[in-house]
């Protein structure tokens, strides 16, 4: 049997003009049919999975939206979290701190989508456990119900950014960020380095040496990260060197732990559908116009059919990338499958 992709045909623009009308009623509608929230005991918390935008950019998923879904959680009595990670890469989202700024400044403020902030990594993202050699961010262990909330758009090393890219990225420790994007252990940059030893004495493995006059990470290195977040400098960096195709592998990889004995809904917004994903610092132009919103319990179908809306003008875009890739992993690993029957609303 075919996976089920509900579908919302709209754009951003009409539905804010509509009060949300259309939306709430899409939202009744899959919640209905999935029987969703009926499965969840109640006062159970669940988090809501979503990225709040890079700073000094404005694609990404408006929190009038988020809003609507977190007072259907609400209703059924269940606590909703709006949950997210620390980036691998420097800037604000590095650290809980600066991320919980900038989330404000973008509008997912208590008053406004009525759900409290949690970062699951803890304050510089280096809190997680392992599952399989996977770093997942600690906090998850105690969320076992999730709706992943995913502002679809374009990616330039996996093509495209969708519900799986959202959880198996987003609910990753910056350790697993690290084995997700590099096939080498980082290295320290002698021109940014002051010789401080932070992180010598953070690194929980003996890693960090001083040889021949400066620090250096040696192959005992585990990748967890951490020395990352602890040079004052900046200076430990990062070789981004996993092909596309092993980052696509390692994000189906990623999801299919952090879905494991999770239940979980997925929403794709194809809004404001631009060519780089929400990481990306500045707001772009869209290539194309405004689909609308797809849901389905299978993120492998609901990325499909997604990806199936955009493909044309996406892969005139990235013409050497692959994005096919992570659907073919994800669905080898038996997270869902690529055949779908869209299910207009
Ligand atoms: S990534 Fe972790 S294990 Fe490797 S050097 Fe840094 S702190 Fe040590
Ligand atoms: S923490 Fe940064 S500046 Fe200090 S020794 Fe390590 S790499 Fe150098």
């Given at each position: 049997?075919k996976s089920l992709v509900y579908f919302?045909?709209?754009?951003?623009?009409?539905?804010?003009?509509?009060?949300?009308?259309?939306?709430?009623?899409?939202?009744?509608?899959?919640?209905?049919?999935?029987?969703?929230?009926?499965?969840?005991?109640?006062?159970?918390?669940?988090?809501?999975?979503?990225?709040?935008?890079?700073?000094?950019?404005?694609?990404?998923?408006?929190?009038?939206?988020?809003?609507?879904?977190?007072?259907?959680?609400?209703?059924?009595?269940?606590?909703?979290?709006?949950?997210?990670?620390?980036?691998?890469?420097?800037?604000?989202?590095?650290?809980?701190?600066?991320?919980?700024?900038?989330?404000?400044?973008?509008?997912?403020?208590?008053?406004?989508?009525?759900?409290?902030?949690?970062?699951?990594?803890?304050?510089?993202?280096?809190?997680?456990?392992?599952?399989?050699?996977?770093?997942?961010?600690?906090?998850?262990?105690?969320?076992?119900?999730?709706?992943?909330?995913?502002?679809?758009?374009?990616?330039?090393?996996?093509?495209?950014?969708?519900?799986?890219?959202?959880?198996?990225?987003?609910?990753?420790?910056?350790?697993?960020?690290?084995?997700?994007?590099?096939?080498?252990?980082?290295?320290?940059?002698?021109?940014?380095?002051?010789?401080?030893?932070?992180?010598?004495?953070?690194?929980?493995?003996?890693?960090?040496?001083?040889?021949?006059?400066?620090?250096?990470?040696?192959?005992?290195?585990?990748?967890?990260?951490?020395?990352?977040?602890?040079?004052?400098?900046?200076?430990?960096?990062?070789?981004?060197?996993?092909?596309?195709?092993?980052?696509?592998?390692?994000?189906?990889?990623?999801?299919?732990?952090?879905?494991?004995?999770?239940?979980?809904?997925?929403?794709n917004?194809?809004?404001?559908?631009?060519?780089?994903?929400?990481?990306?610092?500045?707001?772009?132009?869209?290539?194309?116009?405004?689909?609308?919103?797809l849901a389905s319990y299978d993120?492998?179908a609901l990325?499909q059919a997604s990806?199936?809306?955009?493909?044309?003008?996406?892969?005139?875009?990235?013409?050497?990338?692959?994005?096919?890739?992570?659907?073919?992993?994800?669905?080898?690993?038996?997270?869902?499958?690529?055949?779908y029957q869209l299910c207009?609303?």
């Open positions: 049997m919302l045909s709209s754009s951003a623009k009409d539905l804010l003009n509509e009060n949300l009308e259309p939306f709430l009623s899409f939202l009744n509608l899959v919640f209905k049919e999935t029987r969703f929230l009926e499965l969840i005991p109640y006062h159970r918390r669940i988090g809501i999975k979503l990225h709040f935008g890079e700073a000094g950019r404005n694609n990404y998923l408006k929190p009038e939206f988020v809003h609507q879904v977190v007072l259907h959680t609400g209703r059924k009595g269940l606590q909703p979290f709006l949950i997210e990670t620390a980036t691998l890469y420097r800037g604000m989202r590095q650290e809980a701190k600066s991320h919980f700024v900038l989330a404000q400044e973008h509008g997912f403020t208590l008053p406004k989508v009525l759900a409290p902030i949690l970062f699951l990594d803890g304050k510089v993202g280096n809190s997680y456990y392992e599952i399989d050699g996977k770093k997942i961010s600690q906090g998850l262990k105690r969320i076992s119900f999730l709706i992943n909330l995913t502002h679809f758009k374009g990616h330039f090393v996996t093509g495209f950014g969708g519900a799986l890219k959202n959880i198996g990225m987003g609910l990753a420790a910056k350790g697993g960020k690290l084995q997700m994007h590099s096939v080498s252990i980082p290295h320290i940059e002698p021109s940014r380095c002051n010789a401080c030893g932070l992180c010598a004495k953070y690194c929980p493995r003996g890693a960090v040496i001083f040889k021949n006059g400066r620090y250096l990470i040696n192959s005992v290195c585990i990748g967890c990260a951490g020395c990352l977040t602890i040079c004052p400098h900046q200076a430990i960096g990062i070789n981004w060197d996993a092909t596309p195709e092993e980052l696509g592998e390692k994000i189906a990889e990623y999801a299919q732990v952090v879905l494991k004995d999770r239940l979980t809904l997925h929403f917004f194809l809004f404001d559908i631009t060519q780089n994903c929400d990481c990306f610092p500045k707001t772009e132009e869209p290539f194309m116009e405004d689909v609308g919103i993120p492998v990325d990806y199936d809306m955009v493909k044309p003008k996406l892969k005139s875009l990235y013409p050497h990338l692959k994005p096919e890739r992570i659907l073919q992993k994800a669905e080898e690993l038996g997270i869902g499958q690529r055949e207009p609303v």
